[in-house]
């Protein structure tokens, strides 16, 4: 299996700009996580899905931060508009719930936001 | 309570010898406590995790001591060689079928040659 595939690995856009990344979870896993690593505050979580559904959205900061998940295979995390306390390292990883409560992580996002 | 305090914040051990990272936690909810290890550019792994029904768990160079009564969990890595170089965080969540991992905020692991 490739693992968990992100894109585009690296990001960088001007304030007010609307930001699209994306990610491919592990085939079979039924969770997907979106993370955002910064220095200061370290691994927040975003958002939490299950089956494709929503289940956790408390650590989305605010309404400018968006995230969909049409199928098993594909999930989407949206800011719009961007503004420069964004720029960060934004992860997603899947997992198996289910089965064992491993993260698996795709290499990430870096965004930078000018 | 939802903290998970981790130190140190960085680390330089010689080639050879032990690194030590600990983590400290508050929610007695806790029950799975791994730790990750991050490489630059590259996302974070699982490297080795533990139950609080145990004291200890080893994995080759890589030991986590587990003192549930103090609720703190710590990573030991033997023989440190500069291939271990990179970022640890510990994590903690409340089990099976639990979503939430609450991380620490990382260790930077430097190893000289």
């Known amino acids: 299996d490739a693992g968990v595939i992100q894109s585009p690995r690296h990001e960088v856009t001007e304030m007010g700009q609307e930001v699209t990344l994306r990610c491919k979870p592990i085939s079979g896993h039924n969770s997907l996580f979106w993370y955002r690593q910064t220095m200061m505050r370290g691994l927040e979580l975003l958002i939490y899905f299950n089956n494709n559904v929503p289940i956790d959205d408390s650590g989305m900061p605010e309404d400018r931060f968006s995230a969909k998940m049409p199928n098993a295979s594909f999930s989407t995390l949206k800011i719009q508009p961007s503004e420069p306390r964004d720029s960060a390292v934004y992860f997603c990883?899947?997992?198996?719930?289910?089965?064992?409560?491993?993260?698996?992580f795709g290499s990430g996002t870096q965004l930078s936001v000018l | 309570q939802q903290q998970v305090k981790q130190s140190p914040q960085s680390l330089i051990v010689q080639k050879g010898g032990i690194s030590i990272i600990n983590c400290a936690y508050e929610n007695t909810a806790f029950d799975y406590f791994p730790w990750y290890q991050q490489f630059p550019g590259k996302g974070p792994a699982l490297l080795i995790a533990i139950r609080p029904d145990v004291s200890e768990k080893k994995e080759g160079r890589f030991t986590i001591s587990f003192n549930k009564s103090a609720k703190q969990f710590s990573l030991h890595i033997m023989d440190s060689q500069p291939g271990d170089s990179a970022t640890y965080f510990c994590a903690a969540s409340t089990g099976p079928g639990t979503y939430k991992y609450i991380f620490g905020t990382g260790t930077r692991l430097k190893v000289l040659a």
């Open positions: 990883a899947s997992s198996q719930q289910e089965v064992n409560e491993k993260l698996f």
